[in-house]
């Protein structure tokens, strides 16, 4: 749900829930990693998606579309 996500900059948001982040880099690239897995003594993310949009309001349209549907 879109509650859970924290905005912490123009670029980055926090969900603490499932220890997850979202980025938008250069405006036009959405990068998510979440659910995080610990192997040894480091922690990694366990599903990561990365996609590139051809203008910031597509990737911003994506990112909020996954922060409400996930």
Known sequence: MKKDWKKISNTKYVNKKRKGT???FDDK???????TIKWGKVNFPQTH?????????QALKRAIKYMVNN
């Open 29 to 35: 690239n959405v990068s998510i990693e979440i659910d």
């Open 49 to 57: 998606i990365y996609e590139e949009f051809d203008t910031k309001s």
């Open 22 to 24: 979202l980025y938008i």
